[in-house]
């Protein structure tokens, strides 16, 4: 007997989750349905296509309008199914016509990846404005506990299951000075998954965190753009290249999979090796 017909050695519940992902021909994601935000470009971008590739229907949320349209109009002419809605996360109002509009137009969500964030003070934290420090804690862990909470609403009435992706940071994991008040709401973002992995596991809802390294983006643009930034990213990574939006997409593909089917509370480093030290 092969190892994943005996369901005694692989669970019941996932018995289903590994023998499709062994025996399906294409679309790992094929007939769900995604919202990512922040993914008008950048890994939110390069996460919505290769959901849509997958099978997915996906919807694009980010605050420009035009650039919500126009990326799901790509996904569209690439022959795949997406949805434009804008939304600004750090809106509570916004997050709940996001979940809305989207149960609206497709009748169900399967993923929500919660990507979009802001990092609008590069400084020491003696030099942070309460300001700045609410706008970031509002964007990036408001944000994301609100559509969270929206969604696994919906998940538990369908009793299908489900999976919450965070997009962290490898500075939620480290100290992170100049970015102080960023890295804690990274942090916040692995708690958060850890502490909701463990009250939803029962449910068959999932929750997981990306940690990307540095990833060729706008919002990273002022450090891979300067030269002596970068080398010193280089110097220290065991990968010699700065990561691409699609290298942090294949592990949101694989999070959202049924071949993840029994990964919860985890946090994905994807980052060439930049925090191995050594
Ligand atoms: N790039 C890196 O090196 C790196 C490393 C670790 C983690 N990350 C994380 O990866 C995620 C994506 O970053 P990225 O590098 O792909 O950034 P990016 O290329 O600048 O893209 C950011 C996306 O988020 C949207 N956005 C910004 N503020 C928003 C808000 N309040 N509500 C809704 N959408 C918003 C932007 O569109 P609009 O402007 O139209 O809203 C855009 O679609 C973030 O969570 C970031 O912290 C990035």
């Known amino acids: 007997m092969r190892y994943a017909d005996d369901p005694r050695q692989i669970g019941q519940d996932l018995n289903h989750g590994v023998h499709r992902a062994m025996t399906k021909k294409t679309g790992r994601l094929e007939g769900k349905v995604a919202i990512v935000t922040g993914s008008s470009r950048g890994i939110g971008k390069a996460i919505a296509e290769a959901f849509a590739r997958e099978g997915a229907s996906v919807v ?116 992170s000075p100049l970015q102080g008040v960023y890295g804690m709401t990274k942090a916040a973002l692995i708690s958060m998954t850890k502490t909701l992995a463990k009250e939803l596991g029962q449910t068959g809802i999932r929750v997981n965190a990306l940690a990307p390294g540095i990833v060729e983006t706008r919002f990273a643009s002022a450090l891979v753009d300067n030269d002596e930034i970068r080398e010193s990213i280089l110097e220290k990574a065991a990968i010699k290249r700065v990561g691409v939006p699609e290298d942090i997409a294949g592990g949101a593909v694989y999070l959202a999979s049924d071949e993840a089917s029994y990964l919860t509370g985890h946090v994905l480093v994807i980052d060439g090796g930049w925090t191995l030290g050594g």
């Open 60 to 175: 694009i949320a980010s605050r420009k309008p035009e650039g919500v349209h126009a990326a799901a109009e790509e996904i569209q002419s690439a022959g795949f199914e997406a949805a434009g809605i804008p939304c600004h996360v750090g809106k509570i109002d916004d997050c709940k016509a996001l979940v809305a509009s989207t149960l609206d137009r497709y009748g169900k969500i399967d993923i929500l990846v919660n990507n979009a964030a802001t990092n609008p003070y590069f400084g020491p934290m003696q030099g942070l404005s309460i300001e700045a420090f609410r706008k970031t804690f509002e964007v990036n862990v408001e944000g994301p506990f609100t559509l969270t909470r929206e969604v696994v609403a919906h998940l538990q009435e369908r009793r299908a299951g489900g999976s919450i992706i965070n997009t962290s940071s490898v500075l939620g994991l480290m100290a």
